[in-house]
Structure formats: structure tokens, C-alpha cells
């Protein structure tokens, strides 16, 4: 699967299907931990401000374009049979993941990390409906803020003896890819995602986006007038530096 840079960040050119495809072989393989992050365009700022995260991005195995200027960017440099005509969302990708497993009579055993313990509960609840062949195998709520000293071998072992081979961590960014990359070399043989807020908005806490929002790459708007307070620095901030830096590349070009 080729990758090609956006202002810094190696981004994969794939879609859904490929996507799953790459995830479901590596699952099974059973030999190491892979990293799976769905990148917007605060993720590529972001790994482009704070040498931490662009460090630890650069231990992820798939980077998929989750944000529609993301999807520009790699399309103006791809040939015009082979330019995306969609995004590679992190919630729709969590969900296409289960509906593939739903097929598969066990082989595939998910576990989910994060979230409040009554969002886990409601995520299981919802994908226990949807997807009653999916296996959920455990989760676990970790504890708020800063984490005991043996908190990663306590979850390491959980995995390990659960079994999971895609383990679905919903931190918040950048806390979870930091925490993936920093302790993958640790961490049980599976596919590790970096999924952000798709366990709050398959729980129904949060509303998501209507499509033809997301299509357009106005999702960030959308968010934003739900959740002011909280994501105004961020979209504000990162989004600006994303423009300026991808005009500034522009320009080199």
C-alpha cells in the first residue's frame, strides 16, 4: 500500500476496503503489534508542531486519511485512475471492521480501551445488537489522568489473556497514539487502533456529523458548534497550521 506525504505525515492511499483487508491479514498473523491510526488534519498538524507525537506516529504501521483535506492532498498526487473518492473515517472504519468479523465466527476477538466504563458499556451494548457474531473479548476503563506505575502492564495483561488480536484504544489524541508508540514494543501481538472519539459517538453521547457534511470536509464545523468550548483552540489552532503549512509546501513545489 503506497503512502505519499502530507505536509510531513506519510498518509496511505486506500480506502475502506483495502483498509480492513491490510488490518484483518495483520490480525491474524499473531507475530507482532501493528499500529492503526485514521489521520485528520489535526493529527498531520500536529505531528508536524510536537516532535513527542511526530515521533510516535513514525512507529505506526497505517496511516489512513480520515479528513477530507487529507484526501485532497493525495489525490492531487495520484493519477487520475487511482484518486480516492472517499475519506477512511475512524468511526465508519471501527464499524466496517465489526461487520467484516461478523462474518467470521471468532477468529477475529476485539477489546476495547477508554472511555468512561458506562460509554464501554454502552459500545458493547450497541455492536452486541448490530454485530451479535463480533467478538468482544474484554475492556477496560482506565483510570483519569495521570496512570499508576504498572497501569501498561496491568493492560498488557488483560489483552494478552483475553486474546484480542484488534484492540480498539480510544484515549483522546494525542494520549493514545503517544501511549501505542511508546509501548508497542510491550504490548501482545494484535492491531492497535488510535480511534479517538468513535467509542463516544457509537455510544450515542455524541452526535456525529451528517454525510453530506462530512463529505464536503466541513465535519470540523460541525463539531465545533456542538462542542465550542472544548474544540475551539483546537480546530482553530490546528487547522491554521495544516493551511499555512500545506501552503507552504505548495509553494516549494
Known amino acids: 500500500m503506497q503512502s505519499f506525504p502530507v505536509i510531513g505525515l506519510p498518509i496511505a492511499a486506500t480506502n475502506y476496503q483495502e483498509a480492513i483487508d491490510w488490518i484483518l491479514e495483520r490480525a491474524l ?11 485528520n488534519t489535526h493529527v498531520a498538524a500536529l505531528t508536524h ?45 471501527m464499524l466496517e471492521t465489526f461487520r467484516r468479523t461478523n462474518q467470521t465466527q471468532q477468529i477475529y476477538r476485539h477489546f476495547l480501551l477508554g472511555g468512561k466504563e458506562s460509554t464501554i458499556e454502552k459500545l458493547q451494548s450497541h455492536f452486541g445488537e448490530k454485530f451479535p457474531h463480533s467478538t468482544i473479548v474484554g475492556s477496560y476503563s482506565p483510570p483519569f489522568g495521570t496512570w499508576p506505575a504498572d497501569e501498561t502492564t496491568r493492560i498488557a495483561d488483560m489483552i494478552r489473556h483475553s486474546g484480542a488480536n484488534l484492540v480498539w484504544v480510544g484515549l483522546g489524541c494525542p494520549k493514545q497514539e503517544k501511549w501505542i508508540a ?72
Open 182 to 253: 511508546q509501548h508497542k514494543h510491550l504490548l501482545p501481538p494484535a492491531v492497535y487502533f488510535g480511534i479517538g472519539a468513535a467509542f463516544a459517538f457509537h455510544a450515542g453521547e455524541v452526535r456525529q456529523a451528517p454525510r453530506l457534511i462530512q463529505k464536503i470536509g466541513m465535519e470540523w464545523l460541525f463539531r465545533l458548534l456542538m462542542e465550542p468550548r472544548r474544540l475551539f483552540k483546537r480546530y482553530f489552532t490546528y487547522n491554521s497550521i495544516f493551511a499555512y503549512q500545506l501552503f507552504r509546501d505548495l509553494r516549494k513545489d
Open 29 to 39: 498473523l499473531q507475530d507482532q503489534a501493528y499500529a492503526v491510526e485514521a489521520a
Open 49 to 93: 508542531q510536537d516532535a513527542e507525537f511526530a515521533e510516535a506516529m513514525a512507529k505506526f504501521d497505517l496511516i489512513c486519511p480520515d479528513g477530507m483535506p487529507l484526501v485532497w492532498v493525495l489525490n492531487a498526487q495520484l493519477p487520475a485512475s487511482k484518486r480516492l473518492t472517499e475519506r477512511v473515517y475512524g468511526p465508519t472504519l
